[in-house]
């Protein structure tokens, strides 16, 4: 019952409340303009910034789209009963990696040089509040970081236990990933070594994608093959995915995404050489598509649609270092060989008892090695860097493989002990019991598809 009194009281308090929200409001209208100035220096020393902003923010937003094509893509690729554990897999490593690379791996990759190893500022991005370009290097890299995280996901699918792998993002985004790409990209010692013009890797067949797939390799390692992937002789059988449907959406998508990717990586959109590796980029993947299924189809007889697909992100993994540096015909070549070289990857992983359910290690991992020395290769000279094909000598091919081979075995070393540890820990692989009944229900209790009796499909 609303009485005088009771209506004074409530004027009172809500007199209160206003006079809060105006003095809230007060003080961080002046923390605002107290941080404009960077924002006005800005646009004072350079006024095309803001296209460039735009344009990195753009290519930001379609990296990050590729975590819905590894989803689907790995989705695809993998049994129905494991569907759900994958999708969380791909959320929650973008979500950890954000905070991993918040935290300290953004420090570590771009801060203030210690000896060519490590940055040493900017741990929780204190002190760069409103630095417009640090937030805006932060979120282009973010999205990186998070994908070499989330190729880890298929090699060692389906059989891995949740918070094993809910730790490893984490040490992906704070630690492995951004270590190496302080080496190449933050100063680093890489980047800085006397042969050629240091080792280079526009935008990251090595930092990105060898990182992600030689983790997984050592994951996969750690963890064995999958139950039923060798019969008793040995022999590898193949375990189909539930879905080409989905894996050709995934497909798509990181094709898609792929167009941020590489051109983003220019960080300006004032740098018209975007075209060039726009075109460098959509021709490596159609070539290596291409290579990958007419491979097949020669070996087979049939012409394999997840090989093809495989090929397509081989060729694009492929030529993300050579990108900014080759003729649009170098790129086809480029990804002709990524197409028949994870098509022979995959087989000998296989062969070796190495089971990876997507490919990733042969798809990132062999590819971004190849990409890495193609530079080396096949630059041709136009923008500084110059190949052993025109006339460069070995100097940059020997700067390239010393880099590919640091990657490997960073990768490998920091993967395999992560991965070591925890199954000292508490153990990284789930029972045979709960890998038979598929992850979705053993570790979340749920299903991908609840209408669908897959219990142990």
């Given at each position: 019952?609303?009485?005088?009194?009771?209506?004074?009281?409530?004027?009172?308090?809500?007199?209160?409340?206003?006079?809060?929200?105006?003095?809230?409001?007060?003080?961080?209208?002046?923390?605002?303009?107290?941080?404009?100035?960077?924002?006005?220096?800005?646009?004072?020393?350079?006024?095309?910034?803001?296209?460039?902003?735009?344009?990195?923010?753009?290519?930001?937003?379609?990296?990050?789209?590729?975590?819905?094509?590894?989803?689907?893509?790995?989705?695809?690729?993998?049994?129905?009963?494991?569907?759900?554990?994958?999708?969380?897999?791909?959320?929650?490593?973008?979500?950890?990696?954000?905070?991993?690379?918040?935290?300290?791996?953004?420090?570590?990759?771009?801060?203030?040089?210690?000896?060519?190893?490590?940055?040493?500022?900017?741990?929780?991005?204190?002190?760069?509040?409103?630095?417009?370009?640090?937030?805006?290097?932060?979120?282009?890299?973010?999205?990186?970081?998070?994908?070499?995280?989330?190729?880890?996901?298929?090699?060692?699918?389906?059989?891995i236990k949740w918070k094993a792998y809910f730790i490893y993002a984490i040490i992906v985004g704070a630690i492995i990933y951004p270590i190496y790409g302080h080496w190449v990209w933050g100063g680093g010692w890489l980047a800085s070594l006397p042969l050629g013009a240091g080792h280079i890797d526009f935008a990251g067949s090595g930092v990105v994608h060898t990182i992600g797939g030689i983790v997984g390799l050592a994951g996969a390692m750690v963890l064995g093959p999958r139950f039923g992937k060798y019969d008793q002789n040995g022999k590898p059988r193949a375990i189909p995915g539930h879905s080409l449907a989905l894996a050709g959406l995934g497909c798509f998508l990181l094709w898609f995404?792929?167009?941020?990717?590489?051109?983003?990586?220019?960080?300006?959109?004032?740098?018209?050489?975007?075209?060039?590796?726009?075109?460098?980029?959509?021709?490596?993947?159609?070539?290596?598509?291409?290579?990958?299924?007419?491979?097949?189809?020669?070996?087979?007889?049939?012409?394999?649609?997840?090989?093809?697909?495989?090929?397509?992100?081989?060729?694009?993994?492929?030529?993300?270092?050579?990108?900014?540096?080759?003729?649009?015909?170098?790129?086809?070549?480029?990804?002709?060989?990524?197409?028949?070289?994870?098509?022979?990857?995959?087989?000998?992983?296989?062969?070796?008892?190495?089971?990876?359910?997507?490919?990733?290690?042969?798809?990132?991992?062999?590819?971004?090695?190849?990409?890495?020395?193609?530079?080396?290769?096949?630059?041709?000279?136009?923008?500084?860097?110059?190949?052993?094909?025109?006339?460069?000598?070995?100097?940059?091919?020997?700067?390239?493989?010393?880099?590919?081979?640091?990657?490997?075995?960073?990768?490998?070393?920091?993967?395999?002990?992560?991965?070591?540890?925890?199954?000292?820990?508490?153990?990284?692989?789930?029972?045979?019991?709960?890998?038979?009944?598929?992850?979705?229900?053993?570790?979340?209790?749920?299903?991908?598809?609840?209408?669908?009796?897959?219990?142990?499909?």
């Open positions: 019952m609303f009485t005088r009194s009771r209506v004074l009281e409530w004027l009172k308090k809500g007199g209160l409340l206003l006079l809060l929200t105006c003095l809230m409001l007060l003080v961080t209208r002046g923390i605002a303009l107290a941080a404009d100035p960077n924002g006005a220096q800005t646009l004072a020393g350079d006024p095309g910034a803001p296209v460039d902003y735009v344009w990195v923010l753009v290519c930001a937003f379609l990296v990050f789209m590729m975590q819905a094509g590894f989803a689907m893509l790995e989705g695809g690729f993998c049994r129905a009963k494991n569907t759900a554990n994958l999708m969380l897999k791909n959320l929650m490593d973008f979500a950890m990696c954000s905070l991993a690379f918040m935290v300290m791996g953004f420090a570590l990759m771009f801060g203030a040089d210690k000896a060519g190893l490590i940055g040493t500022t900017g741990w929780f991005l204190v002190g760069e509040a409103y630095d417009v370009g640090t937030y805006l290097l932060f979120v282009f890299q973010v999205v990186f970081a998070a994908t070499a995280a989330t190729i880890v996901a298929g090699a060692v699918a389906e059989r995404g792929w167009f941020g990717f590489n051109p983003g990586s220019t960080l300006s959109a004032h740098e018209l050489r975007i075209s060039v590796i726009a075109v460098n980029t959509n021709m490596a993947a159609a070539a290596a598509a291409f290579a990958a299924m007419l491979f097949t189809w020669i070996r087979t007889k049939k012409p394999d649609v997840g090989m093809a697909m495989n090929g397509a992100i081989a060729g694009l993994v492929a030529i993300t270092a050579p990108c900014a540096f080759v003729e649009a015909w170098v790129a086809v070549i480029i990804g002709l060989v990524a197409g028949v070289l994870v098509v022979l990857s995959v087989s000998f992983f296989d062969r070796i008892h190495i089971d990876d359910p997507v490919g990733a290690v042969s798809v990132h991992g062999v590819n971004g090695i190849w990409g890495l020395l193609s530079v080396g290769l096949f630059a041709d000279g136009n923008y500084g860097v110059i190949g052993l094909f025109y006339g460069g000598g070995w100097g940059q091919l020997a700067a390239q493989a010393i880099g590919a081979a640091v990657c490997v075995a960073w990768a490998f070393a920091m993967g395999y002990a992560t991965f070591k540890i925890v199954d000292r820990v508490f153990g990284i692989r789930v029972s045979p019991q709960e890998e038979l009944v598929g992850l979705d229900i053993s570790e979340h209790g749920t299903k991908a598809y609840p209408d669908f009796p897959y219990v142990g499909g």
